[in-house]
């Protein structure tokens, strides 16, 4: 079967199974932005079950941009942490992956202290209560680019195997590539092509601070839910653009691979998402006929058993990224390696107490998981 197969990415580095552990945030970090122990076990407990690979957690890579109490690549002070990190992620000698983010408007003001939100345009997101950003400079662009590469060194100086760019779920590289938060008239924004800039110039950054034999991937929402966001036809010319600065993948963020369904901005977690953009065709096969070979493809979104990961990779899918399934049952790899489905544990158990010690879930982690009903399956 193809999903326990190994994949040689262009950096030449291998993937031993087309399993991967997608990003998990678990807003549980120090306040300084190093690892805690609780955190460290949640990937360490779930990494030694085999998969591929392991993503970690959005990573910030400037103090202003923080969206959740999480890991840091900022600076020096973080590098230690970072090492440990990967070490935790390696646990049963997977690659690891290092997620590395900025919020842009989405930053949380609580987390970024005294500094103003500052995004592509000065244009509120829709998530209710948001604040509206400042518009940044020019000169805070092309620094924030710089942060991307620094955090990207730092990576490599701890020991990671790759980095990826967070390029999706509204986040500041979506936001530059959205018509929606973007109105920029600069370099960075005012056409379709302008508006790519900035994802371009981060993954090249990225490219480069890790050298050819690291992998470097990015991590893209393919097209926006809202009336007036961007299109599946518009990251097609982005996943082709991208398809050509050499990278090792493009992961597509959605919360159903069978659906074309990403999250949407103002998302409420127990009601359905609406949906207004809806291309006919998937976008994993649509992404797959672009990239056509030039580096692999990672599909995620409701993927609980191997006939799901099957599933997505008939899509046009190289690689299949599993999270929630992971978060809920630690051993969900193993069992489905030794075809023990059945047990395979739903959802988290009903009794609160339980899930942070029975199941390896730091407590902030456990506060969040509750706080979307919905979203989270629960016994
Ligand atoms: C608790 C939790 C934290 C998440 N944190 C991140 C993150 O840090 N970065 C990211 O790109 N996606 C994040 N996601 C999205 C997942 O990586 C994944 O794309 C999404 O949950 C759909 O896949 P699933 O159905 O297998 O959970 C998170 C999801 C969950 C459930």
């Known amino acids: 079967m193809v999903v326990w197969s190994p994949l040689r990415f262009n950096s030449g580095q291998e993937i031993a199974n087309r399993f991967v552990i997608a990003p998990l945030t678990t807003n549980s970090s120090h306040e300084d932005g190093t690892a805690t122990e609780s955190e460290l076990e949640f990937v360490r407990r779930r990494a030694a079950t085999g998969f591929g690979a392991v993503i970690s957690s959005a990573t910030y890579v400037e103090q202003g941009g923080r969206s959740w109490q999480g890991t840091g690549a900022a600076h020096n002070g973080h590098l230690s942490s970072l090492r440990r990190l990967a070490e935790a992620m390696r646990a049963a000698g997977g690659l690891a992956i290092l997620q590395i983010y900025d919020g842009g408007r989405i930053a949380r003001p609580d987390l970024i202290g005294e500094q103003s939100l500052r995004a592509p345009s000065a244009i509120a997101s829709l998530r209710p209560g948001a604040k509206t950003p400042r518009a940044m400079t020019a000169d805070e662009v092309e620094s924030l680019i710089a942060s991307f590469r620094e ?76 009336r007036d966001g961007y299109t599946l036809e518009d990251s097609k010319l982005l996943c082709d653009e991208l398809a050509k600065l050499n990278l090792d993948y493009i992961s597509v963020s959605l919360d159903d691979y069978r659906l074309s369904r990403p ?21 994993i096969t649509a992404f797959a006929r672009v990239i056509a070979g030039r580096c692999a493809v990672m599909a995620s979104g409701g993927i609980k058993t191997c006939v799901d990961a099957e599933g997505a990779i008939k899509l046009g899918a190289d690689l299949v990224a599993v999270g929630r399934a992971v978060v809920v049952d630690p051993e969900w790899l193993s069992k489905v390696r030794s075809k023990n489905e059945a047990s395979i544990l739903a959802g988290l158990p009903k009794d609160e107490l339980q899930i942070a010690d029975a199941l390896s879930i730091p407590p902030p982690m456990v506060t969040y998981l509750l706080s979307r009903p919905g979203w989270i399956p629960r016994l």
């Open 263 to 283: 999250t949407g901005e103002a998302r409420v977690y127990d009601r359905p998402v609406e949906r207004t953009n809806t291309p006919a065709e998937s976008p």
């Open 151 to 226: 955090a990207a060194s730092l990576a490599r100086k701890a020991g990671f195997d790759g980095v990826e760019i967070h390029g999706a779920n509204h986040y500041a590289v979506h936001q530059f590539f959205s018509p929606r938060a973007n109105q920029r008239v600069d370099h960075w924004g005012g056409s379709l092509a302008r508006r790519m800039n900035f994802p371009l110039a981060v993954a090249q950054t990225v490219r480069d601070a890790l050298g050819p034999k690291l992998i470097a991937r990015i991590r893209i929402t393919p097209l926006e839910a809202e």
